[in-house]
């Protein structure tokens, strides 16, 4: 038997063992669903056939999803996590290379990896702002570009001018707005503009639905209709269906957590502004080594490397989570004073 070399040359997925009290490393939201959402999801799935297939085009998702933004189901795909999602956008277009914009989200170079795709990198900019220009130079040969708005690690947005200038060449942009719902700030109304434009969204963060598994885009019907074709059937199975659409009927619920999180986001930014990014994401990208100090203490954060080798990427967890990191945090921001 002889494993592919290709497939060697990827790391197995770590689970971290041990017995850590908070998680704020995976950009989770804090909050599982109320109970009394829960029976509502869970009346619908007692109406559910469990032998029979979901929806081949996941059609009752995608309607549901089309009339909450007030656009055409054909304008809306659905997948098994955004990370499905962009595994099939990067196989779409034709070109020569994808353009990434890092430090970034790291499943784009996954899949990019995967699919034997090169990529061409044009770095963000010492305040993590990325440069439509630079962009939009590599984008003949491109067969998409990757834009993060708010980005993942860095937390910040990217300005619309700049977005502007890369949909202007007509190149194929995915602009990943998992954490949009944080921000305030959304570029959806490009779409009706720039044909090129995919606005790539998840239920994971906002919300709460990490563990259903489900993303979606937002496109033009041509783009759509290419998702289709080579989308794998039955990836979004029917349970996680039913799932998302009882939770787009409680936007409300969704956005009080939002806020909350937003609130903690800004407490949490104040408490070690010297060394923390401003935020409009769900977690804050921190200059401070502080991965295994935490870990000792039993909070778990993201440790970055690369460009970004001695920072971390804290999520926002609840009041009393977010209490005790400010507490190791500052205990460790005396050590190193
Ligand atoms: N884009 C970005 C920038 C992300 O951080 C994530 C989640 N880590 C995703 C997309 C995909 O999330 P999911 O597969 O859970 O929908």
Redesign the pocket.
Known sequence: MRISPLVKSFQPYKVLEGDYRIWLD??ENPFDLPPEIKEEIFEELRKTPFNRYPHITSMPLREAIAEFYGVSPENVAV????????SYLMRIFDGEYVVTTPP??G?YYFYAKLDGIPIVEVPLDENFIMNGDKIAEKAEKASLVFI?S???PTGNTQPREEIIKVLDTGVPVVL?E??AEFSGESYVDLIDEYDNLII??????AFSL?GA???YFLASEEIVDALYRIKSPFSLNALTMVTAKVMLRHYDVVMEKVNYIIKERERIYREFKDYAYPSEANFILMKLNAYEFLLEKGIVVRKLGGRLEGYIRVTVGRREENDELIAALKEFVEGIK
Do not use: H, I, Q, W
């Open positions: 995976k950009n997948g098994n996590g955004g990370d499905e999602l962009l970034t989200f499943m993060t708010p980005n993942n990943d998992a954490y790539l969204r998840t239920f994971s963060k990490a598994r489900v993303g």
